[in-house]
């Protein structure tokens, strides 16, 4: 475990130094994410502006799914993308082979090997927005605590659906087109999942889990999550995570090294 820590620590070390050459792309990050940010709060002030609530989700509540949804945003620029497309540069051009070779878990390695600081914005931006949104609400301040563990359990799981698409690079090389689906259905999380039709719930809930990744951490915030759910997210985050392990494994079967 200690040395899993020691090389994170010289990886984030080493890539945050690459990252702060070009001081001015922060900037630039933070403007997006406040127009990302002032965009769906707009979309979400259609529907309340028009005296219509989603059952059971008045304005602030709403907000609290927003920034929770613009959290795990963050979490995606800062450590999934960047390692993905690392993921993709090293089977294009063979130098998996060097990673496979390293005294240290391959998976690990292509999972931490970078870091991005221009998703940083998105998650202060969401943590600000939720906390605005838990003073209006006058919420317990042990809400925010208790809604760490299913925000940390949908990271785990949007971790392990972003590796296993890297893991395709293995038999196709351009997967751009997949993760921008992914992006897509992950779109969903913005609102509460009442919001959506039944099916759709169902849909969102049990085959793209993205009522475990926005709606049960901010139910946790706004202290009416029931214990089930929290287990759930929990499961589910364990299943994915080993299910992540596993198709890596799968998929390092057919890989072709640059030396075969």
Known sequence: ???????????????????????????????????????????????????????????E????????????????????????????????????DFVLLKPISSQFWLSGRTISLW????????????FYAGSTLNLDPVNYLISLIPLLFGAISLYSLWFMLGALSIWFVKIY?????????????????????????????????????????AESVLGRVEVSWIAGAALLAIVLFLASMAFWRFALRFYTSASS
Request: charged share 10%; aromatic share 16%.
């Open 61 to 96: 509540e709403a907000l609290v799914v927003l920034g929770v949804f613009t959290i795990l945003q963050g979490f995606s620029s800062t450590f999934l993308a960047p390692n993905l497309n690392t993921i993709v540069k090293q089977v294009q051009e063979g130098t998996l």
């Open 119 to 130: 998703g940083l914005p998105d998650i202060i931006l969401g943590l600000l927005l939720i």
């Open 177 to 217: 087109n997949v993760t921008q689906v992914l992006r897509g259905l992950l779109e969903a999380g913005r609102f509460p999942m009442v919001a959506y039709p039944t099916a759709y719930r169902f849909f969102f809930t049990f085959i793209v889990p993205v009522a475990f990744l926005t709606t049960v951490p």
């Open 1 to 59: 475990m200690k040395r899993y820590l020691s090389t994170l620590a010289l990886f984030w070390k080493t890539a945050i130094a690459a990252e702060l050459e070009y001081r001015v792309n922060f900037a630039i990050a933070s403007f997006s994410s406040l127009g990302n940010l002032a965009g769906s709060w707009f979309a979400l002030s259609l529907f309340y502006g028009t005296d219509y609530n989603f059952a059971g989700w008045q304005w």
